[in-house]
């Protein structure tokens, strides 16, 4: 069991920036790949990235490449994603997700197993 818990959600104008945290607990992620999510209200949840523990690589959705970046902290167990030049459209609620990918690699787009319970991000006008 995995659990995630996010942080750094709020509210911005457009054209700045937001960082999201979410911190993983119970269990090691080196055979893990960690994703954010989001959903808008009245729209389907929507993958944003990707990034495969052991490897540190990432995979990111054609909206938001360039813009937003997923990291993170090994040592720490904390993923993040930095958001740039943000845009009243990315406004959803994100959710941080884990899913189990053995010595392999996270490909789109293979279903998450755990999610944190979500954070807001409002972008305004």
């Known amino acids: 069991q995995v659990q995630l818990v996010e942080s750094g959600g709020g509210l911005v104008q457009a054209g700045g920036s937001l960082r999201l945290s979410c911190a993983a607990y119970g269990r090691t992620l080196s055979r893990y790949a960690m994703g954010w999510l989001r959903q808008a209200p009245g729209k389907e949840r929507e993958f944003v990235a990707a990034?495969?523990?052991?490897?540190?690589?990432?995979y990111d959705a054609d909206s938001v490449k360039g813009r937003f970046t997923i990291s993170r902290d090994y040592a720490k167990n904390v993923v993040y994603l930095q958001m740039n030049s943000l845009k009243p459209e990315d406004t959803a609620v994100y959710y941080c997700?884990?899913?189990?990918?053995?010595?392999?690699?996270?490909?789109?787009?293979?279903?998450?197993?755990?999610w944190g319970q979500g954070t807001q991000v409002t972008v305004s006008p």
């Open positions: 990034i495969t523990w052991s490897s540190g690589s990432t």
């Open positions: 997700a884990a899913t189990f990918v053995g010595g392999g690699s996270y490909y789109y787009p293979k279903p998450f197993d755990y």
